[in-house]
């Protein structure tokens, strides 16, 4: 009986307690208000996380290494640019010389050289060190090749023909290097290729191009043809969707090919190209056109390695974009995009942006708005609070000396029933010995 009349006082005083905070209107309010606010934040925090994780393009880094500090370097060039594989070598040679003169080196290689092989000390002068920067590199210099990766591609069209179905410019990115490892693309069946494979003829094209040409996505290992010679299909991939994405460029069919079978075969739209005779039998090539590199390298400092991607790449800053994928979505970054919002769309610079790039450029604003939203949110939460802090102090009912009197005979009283326990097992004990 005890026990419902005290469950019952228990009620009346929540009761009483929730008619005397409904009766305060300015509590209900300040407290509604509190909640929306941190909802709104923590909401709009999920969505941003959520659709930066949908974003794999622009997430190498994080797949590359967990251990290190790594980063996501983009390169855009202008279109007047004739960039060759050439330049990409020369690219390649001159960044592994900038990362090891920045003290970027493979520690397993360095500790596993320095355990097992001969050991000679020498001398060398400061003039030795940087004096001849061009030399060839080294045999002892291969580890550093294991730490970072690179990426290129231009873009075009293509036309694939299946037996009596054509496909007439197709959108076609010519990949070189470790694209795929940059661009996960989601397949439906097959695989990737290799930008370095030494047979030119693979293609992985998305499920519109397939269902066009095959009327289904089972297809891997047909052939197409791509200028009258045939090219094999290794991959079939999902293709994303979304006004955002269409926007970006992905409204059309894609085709991914080599950067080889794209200057031979179709149209590098992406930059300047020259027609060059690559074979006896008078095959003729576009080569140039190469208008994005991606590099995945070892960031000691921040911002150290887009500036050195940036330097190896081109000598002009005027005719090159260059992008740290890794920072961009940060809450800094979003800040500057905010603060140049109004003026981002005026661009010097004519450059042909990969629809992958086009989708995060797009969701960069909208995730500065989103981080400008919730900003506001949490500074209008904060003031609220201490507003309220500040009127409850003033208010206040209590003491500090009042609050140490309350804690002192709290913890007495504790004392007191503590020994009382005792005391009454004691005394049970010698009664029931």
Same mark, same amino acid.
């Given at each position: 009986m005890k026990a419902f009349i005290s469950f019952d006082k228990i009620k !009346? %005083? #929540?009761? *009483?307690w929730g008619k005397a905070f409904v009766s305060d209107k300015k509590k209900v309010a300040v407290t509604i208000s509190c909640i929306v606010l941190f909802a709104v934040y923590a909401v709009l925090g999920a969505v941003s996380r959520h659709i930066i994780a949908g974003l794999p393009d622009q997430l190498g880094a994080q797949r590359w290494s967990e251990d290190m500090t790594m980063a996501q370097i983009s390169l855009f060039l202008t279109q007047d640019q004739k960039a060759? !594989?050439?330049d990409i070598r020369r690219f390649n040679y001159i960044l592994e010389r900038k990362l090891l003169d920045a003290g970027v080196t493979d520690l397993a290689e360095e500790e596993d050289s320095y355990l097992s092989a001969p050991r000679i000390i020498d001398t060398i002068g400061i003039e030795d060190m940087y004096g001849n920067k061009a030399q060839t590199p080294s045999e002892e210099d291969d580890g550093i090749r294991n730490l970072y990766t690179v990426s290129y591609c231009a873009q075009g069209q293509a036309t694939l023909s299946f037996e009596n179905r054509t496909l007439e410019n197709a959108a076609a990115i010519g990949a070189g290097g470790d694209f795929f490892i940059f661009h996960p693309l989601t397949l439906i069946s097959g695989t990737y290729f290799?930008?370095?494979d030494i047979m030119k003829d693979k293609i992985v094209i998305d499920e519109d191009t397939a269902w066009q040409l095959f009327g289904s996505t089972d297809i891997i290992g047909? /052939?197409?043809? #791509? /200028? !009258?010679v045939p090219h094999y299909i290794v991959g079939v991939v999902k293709k994303d969707t979304g006004k955002l994405n269409e926007a970006a460029g992905l409204s059309k069919s894609y085709v991914y090919m080599s950067y080889d079978s794209l200057t031979k075969y179709g149209t590098i739209l992406s930059g300047v190209t020259e027609p060059t005779e690559v074979s006896e039998d008078g095959v003729t090539a576009s080569i140039g056109g190469i208008n994005c590199v991606e590099v995945l390298c070892p960031n000691p400092v921040k911002g150290l390695a887009v500036k050195l991607c940036k330097e190896s790449l081109v000598s002009n800053e005027d005719v090159v974009v260059a992008i740290d994928n890794t920072d961009r979505f940060s809450a800094f970054a979003l800040f *500057?995009? &905010?603060k140049n919002f109004f003026t981002r769309s005026m661009w010097g610079k004519a450059i042909f942006y990969p629809y992958w790039e086009n989708v995060a450029r797009g969701y960069e604003d909208i995730l500065a708005l989103i981080l400008l939203v919730r900003t506001?949110? &949490?500074?209008a939460l904060v003031i609220i609070l201490v507003v309220v802090?500040? %009127? &409850?102090?003033r208010h206040k009912k209590w003491t500090v000396r009042g609050i140490v009197n309350f804690l002192s005979e709290k913890k007495y009283d504790l004392e007191v029933k503590h020994n009382q326990k005792k005391h009454q097992k004691m005394i049970d004990s010698a009664d029931n010995p």
């Open positions: !009346e %005083n #929540i009761a *009483s060759t !594989e050439d290799d930008g370095d047909q /052939s197409v043809m #791509i /200028s !009258e *500057s995009v &905010l506001i949110a &949490l500074i802090v500040v %009127n &409850l102090y």
